[in-house]
C-alpha cells in the first residue's frame, strides 16, 4: 500500500482527480506484476510492456524508461493485487478497464505460454475487476488476436 501513497501522494481516499502521468505508472506497475506473477521477468515480457506504453499511451522513449524503471523498483513492495485493481476501478472507465485487461492478457501471452500462476492471475483480476467471463474471454482473444497467436492449445503447459 506504500507505493500506492507514494504514488498518489494524497489521501488514498481521495484519488480521483490523478494525473495521466500517473494512470501510466499505475498501468505500467499492473504489467510488470503481470510479467512477474510466475517469478519471472522475461525479456520478451519486458519488451511488451514498453511496446504497450509507446503504442497504446503514446508515451516517448525516455518516458518509457522512467516508468518501467519507477514500476520496476516499486515492484518489490508486495503491493496485494486488491488495493492495485481498486485503484483502477476507482480511476479509470469500464472501457480503460477492458483495455488494461486486455493489455494485462497479451503480457501473459507474450511467451506464448500460459503457467498456472499466470491463469490463477488473471481469474482473481477478472473477479476483482468485475468482469464478467464473456469480458474477460473477449480480452483475452483480443490479446492473441494482437500478439497474432491463434491456436489457444499452444499456450497451455
Known sequence: MFFLKKLFSINPNKISEINPGKKNLLIAYLLLECAMSDGIL?????????????EKMDLIDSEIENIFN????????SIEIYSLTKEIRDNFQKDEILEIFQFMWEIVLADKNIDD????????????????GKESAK??????????LSDLQTLRN
Do not use: P, V, W
Request: glycine letters at 6%.
Open 139 to 148: 480480452a483475452k482473444r483480443n490479446a492473441m488476436d494482437s500478439l497474432g
Open 70 to 77: 519507477l514500476a520496476k523498483e516499486y515492484s518489490g513492495e
Open 42 to 54: 522475461k525479456e520478451i515480457e519486458a519488451k511488451h510492456i514498453k511496446k504497450l506504453l509507446k
Open 117 to 132: 500462476f499466470e491463469s490463477m492471475l488473471m481469474s482473481k483480476a477478472t473477479g476483482l475487476f468485475h468482469l464478467t
